[in-house]
Structures are given as C-alpha cells and as structure tokens.
C-alpha cells in the first residue's frame, strides 16, 4: 500500500511538472503561453519503472534499451547514481549526460517534433550498463490527451517549411510506433 502511494503522489508531482513545461515550449515557438492548454487537459502520462542488469563490456551490439526516440511531448528521467544513459548528439556521438543529483534528464519527444515542424528533434538515447550494479530508472512520460487531433503549429509552417506531419492523434501515432517497435506483439491481421 505505501509503495502504491508513494508511486501515485509521485506520478501526481511529475505531472503537475510537466504541465508547467508547456507555456516555455509555448513562448519557445512564438505562440500565446496558453496554448497547448486544451491539448493538454487531460494528458497521456505514464511512469515505467525499469531495471537494468549489467552488461558484459565485450557484448556491443546488447543493450539495456536500444537506441529509440520516445513518442511523447517531453520525457523526464531523475538522474540515476549508477551510470547508464546515454543521448546522441547531433553530430552523431554518444555521450552521457552529466549525473547532478536531485535533477532529471529532459528529452524532447516525437509529439513535440510533430507540433514544431521539427524545430524541437527527438532525442534519440540508450542504455548501457556498464557497470557492476544493477540500475533502475523511472521515466515519466507526458504527451496530449490520445483523443486529440495534433498536427504542426502555425508559426512552424510556411510556404518554404510545409509541414512535415499529417495532423493525426496522439493514439494513432503510439498504434504506429507499437507496430514499428513491438511486432511481436501485434494480433494477425
């Protein structure tokens, strides 16, 4: 029961968080500070709880979670003690990002790369355990209510940058990246 409540306050205080995330992302892409409010009111939220083994040094090509992009808005990762993430740049080298305790990691996601035209990229990351403890990590995801019709914002498009996304929901953008990441899972047509 106390794990289930610290779990539920926890998930509670990452979303009021990230909804106070949305009027920078905003005033970040010259919009009023309001105005991914509607989109937002009723959020498509999740906290995985991941355990990672450690890995052998000689195996490159294992992963505790292969290099992705996550689908939703923003991601926010507490920073772990143990070592493990890593984000890729643009040039295209790995790198892990500074362990500053009591902070998190912030990833931008595929539905904020789809309401900016591209202007705010996935960050594309992994996991490697390298070390000789067992590490645990906690993302929170935050993205629009899975009803919603999304689609590029107005000041990211012009007749030079059309917009690189059909408007589509939140639902099926997961349903697409499911069936490209878990095709295993998917039910025969």
Not at 45 to 58: F, G, M, S
Not at 111 to 129: C, E, G, I, K
Request: proline share 11%.
């Amino acid at each position: 029961a106390a794990f289930k409540a610290a779990q539920l306050a926890y998930f509670q205080v990452m979303r009021s968080l990230a909804h106070r995330f949305l009027p920078a992302f905003a005033l970040a892409l010259d919009l009023p500070e309001n105005y991914f409010a509607e989109d937002f009111a009723a959020p498509n939220c999740t906290v995985r709880l991941i355990e990672y083994a450690p890995q052998p040094h000689d195996e490159n090509d294992l992963f505790g979670f292969a290099p992705h992009t996550d689908g939703s808005f923003i991601t926010f990762l507490p920073c772990s003690r143990y070592p493990g993430l890593e984000v890729r740049t643009k040039s295209g080298e790995w790198i892990r990002p500074p362990t500053i305790p009591g902070t998190f990691v912030v990833n931008t996601g595929e539905m904020l790369a789809l309401y900016s035209n591209d202007r705010f990229v996935p960050t594309p990351h992994r996991v490697l355990n390298r070390g000789a403890q067992t590490r645990h990590a906690m993302p929170f995801f935050f993205g629009p209510n899975r009803q919603r019709v999304i689609s590029c914002v107005p000041t990211c498009v012009s007749e030079d940058n059309p917009a690189r996304y059909a408007p589509s929901t939140s639902a099926e953008r997961s349903a697409i990246k499911d069936k490209l990441n878990f095709p295993h899972r998917q039910k025969p047509e």
